[in-house]
Each structure stands twice: as structure tokens, then as C-alpha cells.
């Protein structure tokens, strides 16, 4: 399935904001992955085209930057910090938790396609910790327990 | 307010100030007084004077900094001065910056705009990680205001002088908040740093002399504009000039973001942060975030910053605080350290790459009980190689071998115990103390 038609002028329009087309490659990245979750190989290819880069061009900066996902990946991404402060607060416990009642590991998306789990450093909310950012808006959450993961995953907590 | 200049007017609910709200509370003023009654060198001077040394972490003073960046026609070839703000707030412990971009976003952008006008520069730009979405939306929609108030763009109240600033989003990757890969990444690269020199003032963005500070570093200059070098410094216990947006967490009860007079000790910032949390007693902290050495209760007076903090062993760093009870244990903190920069290196240089992830596998395995005595040996060596006067190509190694050499000077009887006994002494004795 090709790009719609305005992400399509999105990553054109891209190419005249700041610097030019190479530049332009990680905006026209995360756009795509803010559409579709993640970046497929038929969509850089189709992004570096428009952009007038090489595909190898647009591969190297997208397996560079680890928040650009290479897969699918599932309706919520949940970046679990595993940062010191988190685990000096119990960050292991919810780690486990988190994966037992996925059932999945990090790296993983569940059967449902509902969530995929990422350790990530440090979210920056160490006042928040164990944290975690969920979903395409980056929602913070914490402090998490292993009893209590309804902040993180709603309904499906339970 | 002017006992906590920087994070005063923030909401609790963090929620930022529309234009004019922020005017009403005599926002921008600075920025009117700078552009239209001082000049470039001015502003410069004053920031000198008060002392204002970088919040990113090297201390290093923001004036000196920029007196390197050629003024208009000076530097060879065409092309623009470039301001950036460096938004990657990802040291392990650290999220003082995130409060400064999500909940005050044109006290940003009045900050930049001064050190633009005194740096000659005629872009901004701001790096922000991607994990810090309402900075992204709060800092985009800042700017969108700020143009159309005549803040920004062409001809800045009427000063002759045209400024475009705009948000580059980042999308991970630690490193990328090192300045020179911080450039590669805005010019569409792989975020792996460049050789110094050229240092960025010379050759920076696209080729062009740039600047690169530090979020909180820039929230500072509209009130030192504002109120004078003098009262800036005066907000300062040391000779460092300011207030210090310090951030506590780990084992205490209440961790937090907290603003106050540089040269505050450890104590008092872990007594505002409710006390030690666990049994209670401190073992020890790290003063400036992952990449700081580890210090004692024998430096809990130590006047917090940087030249008082580097004199006492460690690294003000961030100025972030990692905080260990005695039923914490180092060497597990160490270890997700060292998983951490492990994970987040570039990959470019040999001692780095294939270092670091050594490091971390043996740490793994210490904790886990199954290390060996020889792998201190090793552990040893990978921080001659690597420490801060080490073979690595950048910071980022020397920053990980902080905790890991200063864990092992002081704490090696402990990481000892772990391999003789082949569990961790802390959690076996203690358990996993309730935080």
C-alpha cells in the first residue's frame, strides 16, 4: 500500500524546510511511522523518491535513530524505562509484571497486535519513577507498581 | 518568584502560558530592552559577568562560548549564524529540562532569542527528544505566538535583525545530545560526533559557526537581561553564578524537580525531597546524573557546583541527583549504567563500541553472582582505556567510566562480595527494600 496523497505532499513539502532533502528524511520518517506506526521498506523506498535520496541515504539515518521502528508494531508502543532510578524503585518488579501480563518481552508485539513493548533510557521522569511513555502521543505514566499497571495499560491492566 | 527565576511561574500542572499571559507577567520585556537598548556585545558582557556557566553537563562558561562566533562578515562563505538548543534530555536521572520546555516555553524562547542576538546568529533552532511530546507541541506553538507578536521573524522590533527559530524533533538515540552529533543529526545524518576542532563556532551546522547550549542554560539570559549580572550572580552561594534547576530521584520519598541557589548540598536537596527513602541511610549519590563519579555522606556539605563537585572527585554533570540507601545497591546501579551507554554508543570508535558492552556483560554477570575476580582486572583496564583522559573518540565513554571507576574505588569490597558469595550481599541481607 503506497502513501496517501497529503502524507505524499507532506514529505515533498518536507524537502524545502531546512536544509534540503537530507534533512528532511528523518521529518519524513516520523511522519510515516505517525501515520502507520512503523516505517515498511516499501514506504522509504516510496518517501526516498520523493525526497530525491538514495534508499541506502534513507536507510542509514532510519536504522540509525532507535525510535524509528523497522517493524510492525502493535496499536500502542509502550517504552518502559529501565534508566537507575526506575529499577532503585521497583523498575524490575513492573518490568515483570508488564511481561507477564502481555505475555511478551521486550522487542515483542502481543497475538492481539494491541501492544508492542521497547525498554528505552532514562523518559525523564524520575520524579514519576518506575515511568514509562505509552502510545503515538508519548504519554507519561507512573510511578507504576507490579500490583497496579492500570495507569499503563486501562482495562487491559486487569 | 525571584528566589526561583527559572521555574517560579511554572504551573504546577505544567501547562504553558499563552503570549500574552506570559507578557502580563512581564515576559518578553527583556527581549524588548535587549534588542532595542542593547547591543550584541552588551548582552554578551552581561552574561560574562554573571557567571552563567553551561547546564548540559561540561560546566563551560556560556560567554566564553560564544565569544567565538564570528560577527556578520567575518567568517569566510555565505550563509547564517546558527543558535541551537540542545532539548535531549536522556542522562540517565536527569529531567530538569523537561519542565523547562513543556511548562516554560517562551521563557525559552526570550533566552534565545538574547544569546541569538549577542552569538550574530540568525537561525534557532531546538532539539527536542522524542519522548517529550507536550515540549514539542508546548515549544512549536510558543514559537508560532512569538512570530506573530513580532518576536520572531523579519526585522525583530524593528532592530534590522531577522530570526527564524523552529523544533527539530528527535527520534532517540542518546549520543545525539553530544553538540557535534547533535549537528550531524540536524544536517540529516547519523548523530556520530565530528573531530574538534574545527569546534562548532568555526564550523558548525552546514559549515557554518554555531553555537549549542543546553535548555536551562538558555532559560537563564532574559533575567540576567532583565535584572543585571549582578543580581544574578548574587542568586548564587558560590562563584558560579544563578540559581541551579537541580532534579532529585532514586531513594528518596519524594523526587523532584528543584530550583535553588547554585552551591546548595546534597543534604539540603535530599531533605526537600522528603529524606532518604529505604531504611533511611544514605550510602551514597551521584551529584550529576549516570555519567557522575559516585560520592559519599562524607561530601553531603559539599557546595553543589561545578568546581566544587569536580574538586571533590565526582562531576556536577546535569546537576541531577541519584540517591543510594544502604539497602541500594551500587553495583546493580552500575550495571544498568553500563547496559545503558553500552546500548546508546555510536558504534563509531573501537574502545567504545566494543567496550562498553564488555563492561556491561561482566556487570550483568557480577550481579547475577556468577563474575570472577579477574573481571575487575578487566573492569579496571576498560576504564584506564576508556576513562575521561582515555582513547575513546568522544565523551560518551569517559562519562560511563565515572561510575564505573569511582563504584569500583569505593565500593570494591562490595563488588568483591558479590563474587565470592555469587549473589548480591545488598538484596540478599536486605531484600528489596520498599522505596
Known sequence: MSLAPDLRAAIEAAKHHHGGPRPAMLEALRMIQQDHGWVSDAHLEEAAALLGVTTAEMEDVATFYSLIFRRPVGEKVILLCDGASCWLNGGDAVRDAVMARLGIGFGETTADGKYTLVNICCVGGCDHAPAAVIGRDRKLVGPLTADDLEGLLGEDAR | ?????????????????????????????????????????????????????????????????????????????????????????????????????????????????????????????????????????????????????????????????????????????????????????????????????????????????????????????????ANGSNWFQGLSRTQEGGTKVFAVSGRVHAPQVIEAPMGTTAAELIEMSGGVSGNGVLRCFQPGGGASGFLEPDALEVPLDFGHVRAAGSMFGTGTLIVLDETACPVGVIARHMAFYARESCGWCTPCRDGLPWAAKIMADIEAGAGHLSDLDILRMTVQVGGPRGRAFCDLMGGAMSPLGTGLDRFGALFEQHISDKCCPVARDHGRAAA
Open chain 2, 1 to 225: 518568584m525571584t528566589d526561583k527565576p527559572l521555574t517560579g511561574r511554572a504551573r504546577p500542572d505544567r501547562r504553558p502560558h499563552t503570549l500574552e499571559e506570559w507578557r502580563d507577567l512581564g515576559g518578553y520585556e527583556a527581549v524588548e530592552r535587549g534588542l532595542r537598548e542593547l547591543s550584541p556585545e552588551r548582552v554578551l558582557d552581561m552574561v560574562d559577568e554573571a557567571r552563567l556557566n553551561g547546564r548540559g553537563g561540561a560546566g563551560f562558561p556560556a560567554a566564553r562560548k560564544w565569544r567565538f562566533m564570528p560577527k556578520p562578515g567575518e567568517a569566510p562563505g555565505d550563509g547564517p549564524n546558527y543558535f541551537i538548543v540542545n532539548g535531549d534530555e536522556m542522562e540517565p536521572g536527569a529531567f530538569k529540562d523537561r519542565i523547562l520546555l513543556e511548562a516554560l516555553p517562551h521563557q525559552l524562547i526570550e533566552g534565545a532569542i538574547l544569546a541569538a542576538y549577542a552569538t550574530h546568529s540568525t537561525e534557532i533552532i531546538v532539539l527536542i527528544r522524542d519522548a517529550y511530546r507536550d515540549a514539542i507541541r508546548n515549544v512549536s506553538r510558543a514559537i508560532e505566538e512569538a512570530e506573530a507578536a513580532g518576536y520572531l521573524g523579519r526585522d525583530v522590533l524593528g532592530s534590522g535583525v531577522d530570526v527564524r527559530m523552529w523544533v527539530h524533533p528527535s527520534a532517540g538515540r542518546y549520543i545525539v545530545g553530544e553538540e557535534t552529533a547533535l549537528i550531524e543529526a540536524l544536517e540529516g545524518k547519523r548523530a556520530v560526533p565530528r573531530k574538534r576542532p574545527p569546534f562548532p563556532a568555526q564550523s558548525g551546522l552546514w559549515g557554518r559557526p554555531t553555537t549549542v547550549n543546553n535548555v536551562e542554560t538558555v532559560s537563564c539570559v532574559s533575567h540576567i537581561v
